[in-house]
């Protein structure tokens, strides 16, 4: 793919993260005057369940062509930001102590109600995919939750569908270019995995056919620059890159 100049965008508008929600302690427990996190369109920031700063410096995105739908395979039943907070955190530890990466695998995370939050750095690429040629220009999104048992809250659901039409949108990435892990794996020769379960896989292959018959449209995009990643700015109608 020839070189561009890609200017990442966090891709919900028309609010950028939510900094003042709830932020954890170090033992993964919320602090008891932390407001409750709000569920709404804009992502709660890697602030809010206090991230561990990255351990080196990741390769840098290219253009994203591609998500991919991830479960965590541990079930799920807890609503409260704080639980959501202190799993998150816990997948981030897991990455960096145990699997060596740099930071924490996804670049989103959407909770049983249905927040979304801010993971690794869309400046970043991910660690989610299963090698490095997977991850490349790829968007890691993770739901919380084992699908393979359990389904989607409807809230999850709503929420999943609202990001996934942004990030098309925003990068023109074709429907089509919206996979489940267990394909991403299949398709790379990586070995079999039930991410993200039977019920998160059947959710992503209505997405699919549905984002399919709906026209692309513009719309206000919150924009983060490269050179400030967390610097973010509203704008409207700006040109996507391919």
């Known amino acids: ?38 569920v709404g369109p804009q992502p709660l920031s890697r602030g809010a369940w206090n991230a561990a700063p990255p351990r080196a410096a990741a390769k840098p995105m290219v253009v994203p062509r591609r998500i991919t739908v991830h479960h965590t395979g541990r079930l799920s039943s807890k609503v409260a930001g704080a639980a959501a907070a202190s799993e998150i955190l816990g997948i981030q530890r897991h990455h960096q102590d145990r699997a ?12 049983r109600a249905g927040r979304l939050w801010e993971g690794r750095p869309l400046s970043s690429q991910g660690a989610h995919a299963g090698s490095d040629a997977a991850n490349r220009g790829n968007i890691g999104v993770c739901l919380l939750g084992n699908f393979e048992v359990q389904r989607p809250t409807p809230e999850q659901t709503e929420a999943l569908r609202r990001l996934l ?8 990435i074709d429907p089509e ?25 059947s959710l992503v292959d209505e997405v699919r056919r549905a984002d399919a018959r709906v026209p692309r449209g513009s719309a206000d995009r919150v924009v983060a620059d490269l ?12 040109p996507r890159s391919r």
Not at 165 to 172: A, V
Not at 183 to 200: K, Q, S
Request: glycine share 8%; aromatic share 8%; charged share 25%.
């Open 165 to 172: 039409r942004q990030l098309e949108d925003l990068y023109r």
């Open 177 to 201: 270019s919206v996979f489940a892990h267990r394909e991403v794996r299949a398709a790379y020769g990586l070995g079999f995995t039930e991410c993200p379960g039977r019920h998160l896989q």
């Open 227 to 238: 050179r400030h990643p967390l610097e973010l700015r509203q704008v409207g109608g700006l």
């Open 100 to 111: 060596r990466w740099t930071d924490i695998a996804y670049h989103f995370l959407i909770d």
């Open 1 to 38: 793919m020839r070189a561009v100049t890609l200017i990442l965008a966090m891709p919900v508008a028309p609010l950028a993260c939510n900094r003042g929600a709830l932020r954890t302690e170090e033992a993964g427990k919320a602090s008891a005057s932390a407001p409750e996190p709000a």
